[in-house]
C-alpha cells in the first residue's frame, strides 16, 4: 500500500474474509480501489457428496456483492463431509454419478451468486479405480453441461501428470482451453516415500519450476493472454521477490500478445476494391 505496485489484480482466498469488519477488510478496501479482484474460494465442497452449505453460499453472496470481483472460482475438489470441514483439496473418482453431482452444485452455485464461475483443476496425488473418464474429459462435460469457465492452474496439471506418469504438454492439449478466463502459477516440491519413488506436492512454497514456465509458455500459444496469478501461500519472500517473478508471467503475457496480433496481421486479407 506505500508503494502501489503496477501488475494486474489481486487475489483473495474468500473464506479469509467472510466476516463484517475488522482489518482484513479495512486493507482490502483500500486494495480494492487501486486494483481489480478476483475471489478464490477454497471451502465449498463442489465435489462432496452432500448438499452444499447455504450459509456458506449466502456468505459468498454477501463478499461478491461488497467487492465485485472480476472472476471468482472453486475447485473441482471436496472438504467436507458429515458436518466435518477438512484442511485439504480431496480427489473426486470420475465418474458418472460425481458428474452429475458436481453440475448438479455448480448450477445452484451458479443461480445463487448470479455469476458465472470458474472451476479449477486440481492437482492430485492417487487415482480411484472407479473412475470411467479421465480428468480432461470429466471437465470438459462439467464445463458443457453447466456453462462454467475453467480457471487453469498450469502448476496443477504438471504436478498431476508427473504423480501418474503423463505428458504434461498432452494433457493441457486435451482441456478445454476454450473456456480458460484465468491461469494460476505457482511453486511446487518434491518428496520421496520409503521406496524412493517421487511425489509432487502442490505446495505454493517456491519459486515457480522452470518446466512449469515452458508449460504456462506453451498454454499461452494455445490460449492467448489471459490474467494470469503468481500463487505464493508458504515461505513467502519479499515483495520485490515476488514482483520480480510475477514480470517474468507479464513478459510471456506481452510475447503472447505481440504473436496474437501477428497472426491475426497474418490472416487478414482486405476485401477487393
Same mark, same amino acid.
Given at each position: 500500500?506505500?508503494?502501489?505496485?503496477?501488475?494486474?489484480?489481486?487475489?483473495?482466498?474468500?473464506?479469509?474474509?467472510?466476516?463484517?469488519?475488522?482489518?482484513?477488510?479495512?486493507?482490502?478496501?483500500?486494495?480494492?480501489?487501486?486494483?481489480?479482484?478476483?475471489?478464490?474460494?477454497?471451502?465449498?465442497?463442489?465435489?462432496?457428496?452432500?448438499?452444499?452449505?447455504?450459509?456458506?453460499?449466502?456468505?459468498?453472496?454477501?463478499?461478491?456483492?461488497?467487492?465485485?470481483?472480476?472472476?471468482?472460482?472453486?475447485?473441482?475438489?471436496?472438504?467436507?463431509?458429515?458436518?466435518?470441514?477438512?484442511?485439504?483439496?480431496?480427489?473426486?473418482?470420475?465418474?458418472?454419478?460425481?458428474?452429475?453431482?458436481?453440475?448438479?452444485?455448480?448450477?445452484?452455485?451458479?443461480?445463487?451468486?448470479?455469476?458465472?464461475?470458474?472451476?479449477?483443476?486440481?492437482?492430485?496425488?492417487?487415482?480411484?479405480?472407479?473412475?470411467?473418464?479421465?480428468?480432461?474429459?470429466?471437465?470438459?462435460?462439467?464445463?458443457?453441461?453447466?456453462?462454467?469457465?475453467?480457471?487453469?492452474?498450469?502448476?496443477?496439471?504438471?504436478?498431476?501428470?508427473?504423480?501418474?506418469?503423463?505428458? !504434461?504438454?498432452? @494433457? =493441457?492439449? *486435451?482441456?478445454?482451453?476454450? &473456456?480458460?478466463?484465468?491461469?494460476?502459477? $505457482?511453486? %511446487?516440491?518434491? +518428496?520421496?516415500?520409503?521406496?524412493?519413488?517421487?511425489?509432487?506436492?502442490?505446495?505454493?512454497?517456491?519459486?515457480?519450476?522452470?518446466?512449469?514456465?515452458?508449460?504456462?509458455?506453451?498454454?499461452?500459444?494455445?490460449?492467448?493472454?489471459?490474467?494470469?496469478?503468481?500463487?505464493?501461500?508458504?515461505?513467502?519472500? !519479499?515483495?520485490? @521477490? =515476488?514482483? *520480480?517473478?510475477?514480470?517474468? &508471467?507479464?513478459?510471456?503475457?506481452?510475447? $503472447?500478445? %505481440?504473436?496474437? +496480433?501477428?497472426?491475426?496481421?497474418?490472416?487478414?486479407?482486405?476485401?477487393?476494391?
Amino acid at each position: 500500500m506505500a508503494q502501489p505496485p503496477d501488475i494486474g489484480f489481486f487475489e483473495i482466498h474468500a473464506e479469509n474474509y467472510l466476516v463484517d469488519g475488522g482489518p482484513f477488510h479495512y486493507y482490502l478496501e483500500r486494495i480494492r480501489e487501486n486494483y481489480p479482484l478476483s475471489i478464490h474460494g477454497v471451502a465449498l465442497s463442489i465435489g462432496g457428496e452432500e448438499a452444499l452449505d447455504e450459509a456458506h453460499l449466502d456468505a459468498l453472496d454477501r463478499l461478491l456483492q461488497r467487492y465485485q470481483p472480476q472472476a471468482f472460482s472453486e475447485h473441482l475438489a471436496w472438504s467436507s463431509h458429515g458436518g466435518s470441514y477438512l484442511n485439504d483439496l480431496l480427489p473426486l473418482a470420475y465418474n458418472r454419478e460425481t458428474l452429475m453431482r458436481v453440475c448438479r452444485h455448480i448450477d445452484q452455485t451458479q443461480a445463487r451468486l448470479k455469476r458465472r464461475m470458474l472451476l479449477e483443476n486440481p492437482a492430485t496425488y492417487l487415482e480411484f479405480a472407479e473412475s470411467t473418464m479421465d480428468e480432461a474429459f470429466f471437465i470438459s462435460e462439467i464445463i458443457k453441461r453447466t456453462g462454467c469457465g475453467l480457471l487453469l492452474d498450469v502448476n496443477n496439471v504438471y504436478v498431476s501428470c508427473c504423480n501418474h506418469q503423463r505428458d !504434461p504438454a498432452l @494433457t =493441457l492439449r *486435451a482441456l478445454p482451453l476454450h &473456456a480458460v478466463s484465468e491461469i494460476h502459477l $505457482a511453486g %511446487h516440491s518434491r +518428496q520421496y516415500d520409503a521406496q524412493g519413488n517421487p511425489l509432487w506436492i502442490d505446495d505454493h512454497g517456491a519459486d515457480v519450476d522452470p518446466a512449469v514456465w515452458d508449460l504456462y509458455q506453451r498454454t499461452l500459444a494455445l490460449t492467448g493472454p489471459m490474467p494470469t496469478l503468481l500463487e505464493r501461500d508458504n515461505n513467502i519472500p !519479499p515483495l520485490d @521477490t =515476488l514482483l *520480480a517473478e510475477a514480470q517474468i &508471467a507479464q513478459t510471456q503475457l506481452q510475447r $503472447a500478445q %505481440h504473436n496474437t +496480433q501477428r497472426r491475426q496481421a497474418a490472416t487478414y486479407r482486405p476485401a477487393p476494391p
